[in-house]
Each structure stands twice: as C-alpha cells, then as structure tokens.
C-alpha cells in the first residue's frame, strides 16, 4: 500500500518530471518536423532532376495512406512557399512533375 508519505514525495517528482517533459516536446516536435522538411525536399530535388526515372508501380505499393497523404500536403505547402517567393516557374515544373509521379 502507498503512504501519504510517498505520495507526498512522489508528487513534487511527477509534477518536474511533467514540466521537463512539456518543455523538451516543442524541441522534440521541432527535431521531427525538420528531419521529415529536410527528406521530402531531398526527394523533391530528385524529382526536379532531368535525369529522375519515373515512380515505379513498387515505390507507390510500399507508401501506406497516411505517408502519401503526409507527402500531398508537404506538396501544397512547398507550391505555396515557392509562389509566395515569386517561383511560379519553379512551382509549375514540380506540380506537374509530381502529377507524373502520382499518376504512374
């Protein structure tokens, strides 16, 4: 059975051991959002390449829903930024090289 004693200790130790844990989220959060931005924009480059091969039948059986719905909207958020940065070229090229790729 549990004292009041240690539950009395124990809380203090919760409580710190809670507010170490929400302040190292947002870092943690931050780590993971880059590490997938950094990814996708290297699979971007590759798929700007004049020499890229086309996306095999494989390559979409092996991305499960939630990958190539997590990709789509990293899509509209890299078309967004591009045309906000007056990229429309840019934009238009990797729009239409992703339509290629997704429809293959």
């Known amino acids: 059975m549990i004292s009041l004693l240690t539950l009395k200790v124990n809380i203090p130790l919760l409580e710190r051991e809670w ?41 979409r059986e092996d991305e499960d829903e939630e990958q190539r719905r997590s990709r789509e909207a990293f899509l509209k958020i890299t078309l967004h930024f591009l045309r906000r940065m007056k990229q429309d070229e840019l934009a238009d090229c990797l729009q239409r090289s992703k339509r290629i790729s997704l429809n293959n």
Do not use: G, H, M, W
Not at 25 to 45: A, G, H, S, W
């Open 19 to 59: 507010t170490r844990r929400a302040q190292r989220f947002p870092v943690l959060l931050e780590e993971n959002i880059i590490t997938y931005v950094k990814n996708e924009l290297k699979k971007i480059q590759k798929l700007l390449s004049p020499d890229y091969p086309e996306c095999s039948e494989s390559q």
